[in-house]
T-cell receptor, first 116, second 112 residues
Framework: NAGVMQNPRHLVRRRGQEARLRCSPMKGHSHVYWYRQLPEEGLKFMVYLQKENIIDESGMPKERFSAEFPKEGPSILRIQQVVRGDSAAYFC??????????????FGQGTRLTVV | KQEVTQIPAALSVPEGENLVLNCSFTDSAIYNLQWFRQDPGKGLTSLLLIQSSQREQTSGRLNASLDKSSGRSTLYIAASQPGDSATYLCAVIPFNDYKLSFGAGTTVTVRA
């Protein structure tokens, strides 16, 4: 089991460009969560998705950010018109049942986005 | 809203000393608590998961306790080694939710 795979590991974008972050959950997992870690801060929840459905996007900024988890392929976190404040580490986690209540949350290695 | 606090923010100990890391949370209605390790520039590695009905979990040199009523968990690492140097994160899942609420972490340095 390859674990949760995120790519790219590092991403540099100029202000105003788009950033696309990809996450492939562990085999057999159909629930994906995205978290953001700002420098010197803890991880903050952004969005929870199941296949083809957004379950909870309460932690995601209302503008410029979107997420999807299609029937086939990885989950995508998309940031349009990036600004310097978007520079952070973005982590994806997956689980095999609804929520991560009774099972361990498995995280990917993260994508470190730098906006220049 | 669940708030998770980890004290101290940083800790430096000589090799061989036992480590005690503290985590507190404001709402005792939780499903479980999980301890993670994060190495610089890396992802999160799950260390221990404690269900709300449990008092502690052990794995090798690691032992985590949970006192739900007082909103506290402690991670003990016995006989620390330089390889234990990392940031340790505590996270809880509230009873009526499914997403993890994280503390800011404790950065540990074990000196050889």
């Amino acid at each position: 089991n390859a674990g949760v795979m995120q790519n790219p590991r590092h991403l540099v974008r100029r202000r105003g460009q788009e950033a696309r972050l990809r996450c492939s959950p562990m085999k057999g997992h159909s629930h994906v969560y995205w978290y953001r870690q700002l420098p010197e801060e803890g991880l903050k929840f952004m969005v929870y998705l199941q296949k083809e459905n957004i379950i909870d996007e309460s932690g995601m900024p209302k503008e410029r950010f979107s997420a999807e988890f299609p029937k086939e392929g990885p989950s995508i976190l998309r940031i349009q018109q990036v600004v310097r404040g978007d520079s952070a580490a973005y982590f994806c986690a997956s689980s095999e049942i609804q929520g991560t209540r009774n099972t361990e949350a498995f995280f990917g290695q993260g994508t470190r986005l730098t906006v220049v | 809203k669940q708030e998770v606090t980890q004290i101290p923010a940083a800790l430096s100990v000589p090799e061989g000393e036992n480590l005690v890391l503290n985590c507190s949370f404001t709402d005792s209605a939780i499903y479980n608590l999980q301890w993670f390790r994060q190495d610089p520039g890396k992802g999160l590695t799950s260390l221990l998961l404690i269900q709300s009905s449990q008092r502690e979990q052990t794995s090798g040199r690691l032992n985590a306790s949970l006192d739900k009523s007082s909103g506290r968990s402690t991670l003990y690492i016995a006989a620390s080694q330089p390889g234990d140097s990392a940031t340790y994160l505590c996270a809880v899942i509230p009873f009526n939710d499914y997403k993890l609420s994280f503390g800011a972490g404790t950065t540990v340095t074990v000196r050889a």
